[in-house]
């Protein structure tokens, strides 16, 4: 089975229509395997007609059905992410890792967030820490590298 097929069995399993937008737009984050920018998800599919606004509108369903969790850098960018909807490690229940140089992240989802006891009536709807610190690459590029979250020449792709 192909990536898109296996992104169109697990819409349908969320009860959600399979566009072809969002079809591509799961497959994009299935086959990145790291957290990315709305940039980083349009750039990955200049093929099709899709606008700033559906993309939004895609990513707020699929985060929604929990096929998808998403996390705001300290540089303010969202950027988001697919899990596995069989198992218990997302949304949001494990640390990132952010470039400060590059603004590329990366999901740790081996890592565990703590509990945390929170008032009687209040309802934890997901978790969020963000580990900021400079990246392998960075540290070794001759020259520094500026954070530009809307910037695809800064980025590099860290994806195996």
């Known amino acids: 089975m192909n990536i898109e097929e296996i992104s169109t069995q697990r819409l349908k399993r969320a009860k959600l229509r399979t566009t072809r937008h969002r079809v591509r737009v799961l497959s994009v984050l299935e086959l990145a395997q790291r957290p990315l920018t709305h940039l980083e998800i ?6 099709q007609n899709l606008d700033r606004v559906t993309l939004y509108r895609i990513l707020a369903s699929l985060t929604e059905a929990s096929l998808v969790h998403q996390i705001q850098g300290f540089d303010g960018t969202w950027r988001f992410c697919s899990h596995d909807d ?3 490690k997302c949304p ?3 640390p990132h ?3 400060s140089s590059c603004g590329m992240m990366w999901c740790m989802p081996e890592v565990k967030l703590q509990h945390i006891d929170v008032p009687e009536g209040f309802h934890v709807t997901h978790k ?3 580990i900021v610190g ?3 690459e960075c ?4 020259r520094p590298r500026v954070c530009s979250p809307n910037s695809q020449e800064n980025a590099h792709n860290k994806s195996n």
């Not at 540290?139 to 001759?142: E, I, V």
Request: negative net charge; contains cysteine.
């Open 92 to 94: 949001g229940g494990h």
């Open 134 to 136: 400079v990246c392998k």
């Open 128 to 130: 969020q820490m963000v």
């Open 86 to 88: 069989e198992t218990d």
């Open 139 to 142: 540290q070794s590029s001759p």
């Open 97 to 99: 890792l952010l470039c």
């Open 42 to 47: 349009l750039q990955s599919i200049p093929e």
